[in-house]
């Protein structure tokens, strides 16, 4: 812990703990630590509902760790539940409310309990997906996000001495079936690693190579700024003019990290693209003489010597339905936008919604003011600009400077929108 030093007087830590043997002992380590500073910790268990189970092992964990003095907070992940993608998915959802209650209770650490067999799992994972040096740095050991610093102590400790540690003690732990579940891809690659072990490739190994590949990273990551501000202009409506000679200079590395974070930030996405299709995009587009590509929810497309980045009109939010709850929150919209709502809806009869602007839309608004045909605001982004919509149409798109004036717009209009895409849960070492 004194490596992620300073932390503040009597620190608060929350941890992560899913009642696994990784997770418990985490947390009983924790608390020893902060004892020792005067500080104290809360554990956080959620209950994803994937398993009958899941709400029983939840109070399970509760019990256990309220005989030790430590305070547990159990996050319930609420909705619809997936069919594919469910482990990314449930880490996804896991971490936001985690994220979500260290910032609603002044929570400056949250600790995780991954351990040096998780790293070189990630490694595997990683490579296979043909990664890149941030996607090979694996796991960080320190994250920093908006809300909390996000701690791994335990990514140089092998699993077996976190049991051995829980044993002694007398402590017992819950083993997860979806462990042992060969539909997942992880879990396949925990079976395999003694077979890598036996030809070298030990999880020290594996670690090793991650703790050089953030180093690596870190590096790019001063050249991918220099480049970035050089190559880059970022409109608030969401979409980027890229200047094709530089990027086709840039060294390959460096160009397809810059690439990289733009489709991120523009798709709205938490995680930049695999190395081998950003590759691809760039011989396509960049050096080739493909004239648009699609990839991270981004449509590229040539524009002469630049390159147009907009969001693609594919998979964007379904229209909601705008009630008095709205207005004077603080909102978001496709994982990219950031807005409040002022006005009222008392007294309306027929509903008003957040949509997409579209062709329909668009057209709509040409007919109520034609001099807006030559806004400086891409077609492909006029189509996926955030709007209000009554029965009447659209009647206020702030990206388009655009309000309908009449007694028949309702009171509703966008107090402030702006860009602030999802923050990616990574740094120049890895990600989450």
Known sequence: MSAFAPYERRPHLAVAVSGGADSLALCFLAQSWARECGGRITALTVDHGLRPESAADCVRVRDQLARFGIDVVVLTWAGLKPVRSIQGTARRARYG??????RSAGVLHLLLGHHRRDQAETVLLRLARGSGPTGLGAMAAVVETPAVRVLRPLLTVDPGRLRAFLTDAGHRWIEDPSNVDTRFARTRVRAALPAFAAAGFTPQ?????????RRDAASLAAAESALLAQVCRLHPAGFAWLERAPLAAAVAPVALRVVGWVLTLIGGRAYRPPALKLTRLLQEIVAGNAAAATLCG??????GERLLVCREARNLPAPV?????????????????????????DGLADPVWLAPLGRDGWRHILAVRPDLRNVPLPAPARAVAPSVFDRDGPFDVPH????????????????FIRLRPVSPFEDHGGSL
């Open 400 to 415: 388009l400077s655009f309000r309908r004036d009449h007694v028949s717009a309702p009171d509703i209009a966008f107090a």
């Open 298 to 303: 981004c449509c590229v497309r040539r524009e």
């Open 205 to 213: 190994v594996l670690e090793r190579f991650a703790r050089r590949r």
């Open 321 to 345: 339905r705008i009630s008095g709850e709205h207005c004077g929150l603080k909102l978001a919209w496709d994982n990219r936008f950031a807005f409040c709502l002022t006005g009222s809806i």
């Open 97 to 102: 409310l985690m994220t979500a209650w260290c």
